[in-house]
C-alpha cells in the first residue's frame, strides 16, 4: 500500500493529462520534468540510498545523448537500437570510472565525478566528429511503424511510461535481498561485510546503475530536442540535477519526481521574474537556487517529499510467508568439535602490543568469555578472529581450516557471525528486514531478478527465516517495528538474531549487555542459554562479570594484551592474579 499509492495515482494521471486540452507549452515542461526526473532517479539509488554523491551524471546523459546522435546521423541505425548501443557504452566508462575511485574513502568520488563531467564535457567540445560546441543537428524524432511519438502528447506518454517503469523497478530493488545490501552502504562497511556483502561491488553495481538511467534519459533528450550540445551535459548541470533530487528528497524514489518538476517549474519561472524585478538581464536564478539548497538542507535535510512519505500509511507487509521452502543450512560440529583455535595471535599497533600472543581454543557448545579491564585488548582480539583487523602474527583456524589471512566477509561466509559493540543496524529498516540482511549469503537472487520482482519465493524464504530466528531469541512480537524506534535491550537482540540468520558455527558477541538496565540483562543471559542448549558455540567479551560468570563455560582473563589465565569461571574468580588486576585498575 505504501508504496503502490503514488504507482497508481501517476498510472492513471499520465493517460489523463495526455487527452486533456492542456496548452502544448504544459506538455513540454511535463516532458523536460520526465526527462530530469530519470536522471534523478538514478541519483537517489546512488546518493540518497548509497550514500555516494556524483555531481556527474550530466556527463552520462550526454553519453546516451551522443551516442544516440552521432550513430543515428552517420550510420542510419535505428534509435530504438543506438540506445543499447548507448547502455553499453555508460556501462563501460561508469565501470571505469567508478573501480577506479570507489575503492577510495567516499570523498573522492564527488571529486572525480567533477573531474570526469568536465573532461567529457570538453571532450564533446573538442571533437570535430561530434560537431564541437555546435553539437549536433538534424536528429531524427523517435517514430513506431511511421508514427511520430518523438514530440507532444505521445512523447510525454513514452518518457513518463520509462520513469514509472524504472520507479517501480527502483521500488522493487529496494525490497530485496540486494536492495537490503545497498540500503546497508550508508551505515558505513564494517556490518555488511560482516554479513558477507561485497560493499565495494555494491558501490559499483549502483554506480552503473544510476548512470544507466542517465543515459536512458539522454537517449530520450537527443530525440526529443532533434539537437544535441555540450552546454546540457556540463558540470553546472550535473550540480542541477543533483540539486533537483535533494530539493525533492534524495532519499525517496518519489523524490526525485518532486524535486525535476518543483526546479523545473521553479527555473522557468525565475529566469522571467528575476530579471523584471532587478531590472537587468543575469542568471540571477542561480543565487535564489543556491540560498534554496542552503535552507533545503538545514530545515529539511531529507527533502520535500520526506514531509508526504511521513503522512502515507505504513501497511505491514503481509506475513504470507509460512509455507516458503527453508533456506540451505550448513553441516554444523559435532558437540565437543574444536569449533575455534587460536594460536598465539599478536597485533601490535606502532609501538603498543595491543594483543600479545594470545592462544585459547572454543569447543562446540561451548561458551567462552573473554574478560578482561579495559583496554586489555578484547576488542582487538575479537576484530583479529572475524578478520576485520590484520594479525601482525599468529595463526587463527576456524573448524579445522587455516582462516588467519581471510578478510571478515570470506570469515562470515565460512559460518562465523556476529554483533558489534556499538549496534549496528538500517535504522528505517523493520526489525524484520535488518534480520534478513544477516541470512544474505544463503540467498543469490541479484538486481536484475529484484527490479522485476523475480525473486518473490526467495524473499519469502528470507523473511521466514528472519521471523524464525526472531521468535527464536523471543522478539518475535517486534517484527515489523522500526529498527531505529527500539530501545537498547532489543536492538542488541535483534543484532544476535540477524547473526544466527546466517545459520552460524559459531557466534561472536562483543559486549551484547552493555547498556542494558538489569531486566534486559537476565533475558540475554536466558537466550545465551537457551542457544548454549540448541548446540550453538559462542565467543563472549563481555564487560559485566555477572553475566559473564553466569552464563560461560570457560573465562579467558586478559590484561595489557597478555593472557592473564584461562579456566572455569570458579577457577578464574579464585586466582589472586585477576582480583588484583581487576582491583588494581578499575576500581
Ligand atoms: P578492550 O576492548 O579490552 O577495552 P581494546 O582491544 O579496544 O581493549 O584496546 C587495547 C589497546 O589497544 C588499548 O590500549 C587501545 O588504546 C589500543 N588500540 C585499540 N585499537 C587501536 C588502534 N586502531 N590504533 C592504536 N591503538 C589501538
Ligand atoms: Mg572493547
Not at 566508462?93 to 565525478?113: D, E
Not at 569447543?363 to 576484530?383: C, M, Q, R, Y
Amino acid at each position: 500500500m505504501k508504496k503502490s499509492l503514488p504507482i497508481l495515482l501517476l498510472t492513471a494521471a499520465v493517460p489523463l493529462v495526455a487527452v486533456l486540452p492542456l496548452p502544448d507549452f504544459w506538455i513540454a515542461q511535463l516532458n523536460y520534468i520526465g526527462l530530469y526526473a530519470l536522471v534523478c532517479l538514478g541519483l537517489v539509488l546512488l546518493t540518497g540510498v548509497g550514500g555516494l554523491t556524483s555531481f556527474g551524471q550530466a556527463a552520462f546523459v550526454g553519453v546516451g545523448a551522443y551516442s544516440t546522435a552521432w550513430l543515428t546521423l552517420n550510420t542510419g541505425m535505428s534509435p530504438w537500437l543506438t540506445v543499447f548501443v548507448g547502455l553499453a557504452l555508460t556501462t563501460v566508462s561508469a565501470l571505469l570510472v567508478g573501480a577506479i575511485t570507489l575503492r577510495m574513502s567516499g570523498h573522492y568520488l564527488p571529486l572525480a565525478t567533477i573531474a570526469w563531467g568536465l573532461s567529457l564535457y570538453f571532450l564533446m567540445g573538442n571533437l570535430d566528429a561530434l560537431g564541437k560546441y555546435d553539437g549536433l543537428l538534424g536528429l531524427k524524432s523517435l517514430s513506431i511503424a511511421g508514427v511520430d511519438i518523438g514530440q507532444g502528447r505521445l512523447f510525454f506518454v513514452l518518457c513518463w511510461a520509462i520513469l514509472i517503469a524504472g520507479s517501480v523497478a527502483m521500488l522493487n530493488l529496494l525490497d530485496s535481498r540486494p536492495g537490503r545490501a545497498i540500503r546497508s552502504l550508508k551505515v558505513g562497511s564494517q556490518m555488511a561485510e560482516a554479513m558477507g556483502i561485497s560493499t565495494l561491488r555494491y558501490k559499483i553495481t549502483i554506480f552503473v546503475i544510476a548512470a544507466l538511467f542517465a543515459s536512458v534519459a539522454g537517449w530520450l533528450l537527443a530525440h526529443f530536442q532533434r539537437t544535441v550540445n555540450p552546454s546540457a551535459f556540463g558540470l553546472k548541470m550535473g550540480i542541477e540535477y543533483l540539486f533537483m533530487t535533494v530539493i525533492g528528497g534524495v532519499g525517496y524514489v518519489w523524490g526525485a519526481i518532486v524535486g525535476a518538476g518543483l526546479v523545473k517549474l521553479l527555473d522557468d519561472y525565475l529566469q522571467v521574474a528575476l530579471p523584471a524585478l532587478i531590472g537587468t538581464s543575469g542568471s540571477y536564478e542561480v543565487i535564489v537556487f543556491g540560498i534554496a539548497l542552503v535552507l533545503v538542507l538545514k530545515y529539511l535535510p531529507d527533502g520535500l517529499w520526506s514531509m508526504v512519505a511521513r503522512k502515507l500509511p505504513r501497511a505491514p507487509r503481509a506475513v504470507n510467508w509460512q509455507h516458503a521452502p527453508d533456506l540451505p543450512v550448513r553441516s554444523k560440529p559435532v558437540l565437543g568439535d574444536t569449533v575455534l583455535h587460536v594460536e598465539k595471535i599478536r597485533k601490535q599497533f606502532g609501538g603498543l602490543t595491543a594483543v600479545n600472543d594470545i592462544s585459547f581454543e572454543i569447543h562446540a557448545g561451548e561458551i567462552v568469555g573473554l574478560i578482561g579491564p579495559n583496554g586489555a585488548g578484547k576488542s582487538t582480539t575479537f576484530n583479529l578472529v572475524t578478520g576485520v583487523l590484520s594479525k601482525t602474527s599468529g595463526a587463527v583456524t576456524f573448524r579445522g581450516e587455516d582462516i588467519t589471512a581471510l578478510s571478515s566477509r570470506d570469515i562470515s561466509r565460512k559460518g562465523m557471525a556476529r554483533t558489534f559493540q556499538h549496534v549496528k543496524m538500517i535504522a528505517d529498516m523493520t526489525v524484520l528486514e535488518n534480520v534478513t540482511l544477516g541470512a544474505y549469503t544463503r540467498g543469490k537472487q541479484g538486481v536484475l531478478s529484484s527490479m522485476l520482482r523475480l525473486n518473490g519465493r526467495e524473499e519469502q524464504s528470507l523473511m521466514k527465516e528472519a521471523q524464525r530466528q526472531l521468535e527464536r531469541i523471543g522478539m518475535g512480537a517486534y517484527l515489523h517495528e522500526q529498527a531505529g524506534n527500539l530501545p537498547m535491550g532489543p536492538q542488541r537482540l535483534m543484532e544476535i538474531a540477524r547473526a544466527l540468520c546466517c545459520d552460524p558455527a559459531l557466534l561472536l558477541l562483543d559486549e551484547p549487555a552493555a547498556g542494558l538496565r538489569h531486566k534486559e540483562k537476565q533475558a540475554l543471559a536466558q537466550v545465551l542459554r537457551q542457544l548454549q542448549t540448541e548446540g550453538m558455540s559462542i565467543l563472549l567479551v563481555e564487560h559485566d562479570m555477572d553475566l559473564v560468570m553466569d552464563v560461560c563455560d570457560q573465562l579467558v582473563v586478559m590484561e595489557f594484551g597478555t593472557l592473564l589465565t584461562r579456566g572455569t569461571p570458579a577457577e578464574v574468580q579464585a586466582n589472586p592474579a585477576v582480583r588484583a588486576a581487576y582491583l588494581g585498575t578499575e576500581h
